[in-house]
């Protein structure tokens, strides 16, 4: 449908239309990578938080205490029947011996346990869940084998994780939904800006009989430039304070180790190329078409 | 071809039988409740040049957005090249407006680009390929005699060679009906006169003409079909007339 000339018209006039309102187009791009910026950093922590928050209770071990006096073998059958549970991911057997040596050890050394007559440690498993989500659910199942005397593990904290990261999650996405919005609402006025501007143009390309696709082009092609130039200064921005804060944690591996929202530099790209090129057409495809929806010929040409 | 003889008009004869532009009882109420037109009964051939005439208020302008559906009648029916105007969808516009050039009396010319620029627009934005636009851009330069200006902008130019531009750029695209509203309102009467020869030449190079103006002695010095306005719709419609039913008589 399209000759090379219509082509080669349509894309000089958008980046026209662009030189023409350099200053709105700066603007435009400013706002566009500032508001896309804000919105992938606050989604890239959310992600971070939000993984965190999963993370962390995986190290939430279980631990399975064993009643008093079972039989070696009744022990060594009980860790299968746990390993073979499901939501287990492994299971480690510690003995009683090394249970007091590891109680004693975290006591520390001001009160001495050595005069006592007997061992009063149980040996117990350490269970590491696959799902601490799911830990409620393997307790009352434990809890019903005849050799257990007592679970015990942090279900307040994994509870606490748990709901955190639902919560951040689902404001992650919301704050980073009304930002995109904001941003493409941010564009498309800028768009509109440009159809006032050459509302003229507009107004004799109408008359002529200028398809209505043809005449959203350049300003489709205007919204995405300006769009895609915002998320390369979002790119740009995002990696600034990523290198900022890496040098603020430097080797705090306590920290690092958990903020890692596990996007890759090229996901984000791609991301936020596609974010910003969606953005850009969007917002001006709306704008132009509500233009052409509501002026008259007459009224364009004023 | 086929000869017939125009309604209520003995001595008048139309070669060709193709009805360009139809007016079937068409109204036409704007949203703030002004009736601009009533109960409009007409019909263009193909080739004609018509005059419309009348008071101002009585529709004139509002007789020819309805032909390029800048308007859709609230009642009855615009017809062109046998098409119902008002159900075209509105994605489908820009195909009537292919058959239509349009001029007036404001010009609408683009400031910023030259007597060439302004002409090939219609031509750029309708899809032309290059060779089409170094083809037919000197072609209706010459038809209107600005050759020798192609190079000037709009405010280098006069009123009529303003006028020229827009008529060239109405019609580049081959459109086959022209419709000019008030074309030689903003023009002295010398200047007016050029463009209406204009116009009379370019329906005689076989496009329908439609053109709305308040000059009597235009209308006058042409003889051409008259289609007058009041209040009430089409008060006189008459072959080879005058700008004022009383001047017939005279």
């Given at each position: ?302 | ?17 193709a009805v360009m532009i139809e ?23 193909k ?30 029916t615009?017809l062109v090249d046998g098409q119902d105007v ?13 058959k ?151």
């Amino acid at each position: 449908m399209l000759n090379p000339s219509s082509v080669e018209f349509l894309v000089l006039e958008a980046l026209a239309n662009i030189r023409r309102n350099r200053l709105m187009a700066l603007a435009a791009v400013l706002t566009a990578g500032v508001s896309l910026a804000i919105s992938a950093g606050f989604a890239l922590t959310a992600i971070a938080v939000h993984r965190a928050c999963e993370k962390l209770p995986q190290e939430f071990d279980m631990a399975v205490y064993v009643r008093r006096g079972t039989p070696p073998d009744r022990v060594s059958k009980l860790k299968e029947t746990l390993a073979a549970m499901p939501g287990v991911a492994s299971v480690t057997f510690i003995s009683k011996e090394r249970g007091w040596q590891e109680f004693k050890r975290s006591l520390g050394q001001d009160i001495s346990m050595d005069d006592l007559l007997y061992n009063p440690a149980l040996d117990s498993f350490k269970i590491r869940m696959s799902d601490p989500r799911r830990g409620r659910h393997l307790q009352n199942r434990i809890r019903n084998l005849p050799e257990v005397d007592d679970i015990l593990w942090r279900q307040n904290e994994v509870r606490f994780f748990t709901g955190l990261a639902r919560v951040v999650g689902i404001a992650g996405a919301v704050a980073t939904v009304v930002l995109f919005l904001g941003s493409a609402f941010i564009i498309g006025n800028t768009i509109r800006l440009g159809i006032y501007a050459r509302r003229r143009e507009v107004s004799i390309m109408r008359l002529v009989g200028a398809r209505p696709s043809f005449i959203r082009f350049p300003f489709l092609l205007e919204g995405m430039l300006l769009a895609g130039a915002g998320a390369v200064l979002a790119l740009l921005l995002i990696r600034l304070a990523g290198a900022y804060l890496e040098a603020l944690t430097g080797d705090l591996q306590s920290i690092t180790r958990f903020l890692d929202s596990g996007v890759a530099p090229w996901q984000l790209a791609a991301l936020l190329m596609a974010a910003g090129l969606g953005l850009g057409a969007l917002s001006s495809y709306l704008s132009i078409r509500r233009y052409l929806k509501e002026s008259s010929l007459e009224a364009a040409a004023q | 071809m086929r000869l017939r003889r125009v309604d209520g008009h003995p001595g008048i004869w139309h070669t060709d039988l193709a009805v360009m532009i139809e007016f079937r009882g068409v109204s036409l109420i704007y949203p703030n409740g002004v009736l601009a037109l009533r109960g409009i009964n007409l019909r263009v051939e193909k080739g004609e040049f018509v005059f419309i005439v009348g008071p101002t208020g009585t529709g004139k302008s509002s007789l020819l957005k309805l032909i390029y559906r800048e308007e859709v009648p609230t009642e009855g029916t615009v017809l062109v090249d046998g098409q119902d105007v008002g159900a075209i969808p509105e994605g489908e516009v820009w195909r009537l407006r292919r058959k239509v050039g349009v001029v007036f009396q404001d010009f609408r010319l683009l400031p910023d680009r030259t007597v060439w620029e302004n002409i090939a627009f219609a031509l750029r934005v309708t899809g032309a390929s290059a060779r089409q636009i170094r083809r037919r851009v000197p072609e209706f330069l010459e038809l209107v005699g600005l050759t020798h200006r192609c190079d000037s902008f709009p405010s280098q130019l006069s009123g009529g060679e303003q006028q020229r531009t827009a008529i060239a750029r109405a019609l580049v695209t081959d459109p086959p009906i022209l419709l000019a509203d008030e074309p030689t309102g903003n023009l002295d009467p010398d200047t007016s006169w050029e463009i209406m020869q204009l116009l009379e030449r370019i329906n005689l190079r076989g496009s329908t003409v439609l053109m709305s103006t308040h000059d009597s002695e235009m209308v006058n010095r042409m003889r051409r079909r008259v289609v007058a306005l009041d209040l009430n719709g089409i008060a006189r419609d008459e072959q080879r007339a005058y700008y004022h039913a009383e001047s017939v008589q005279r």
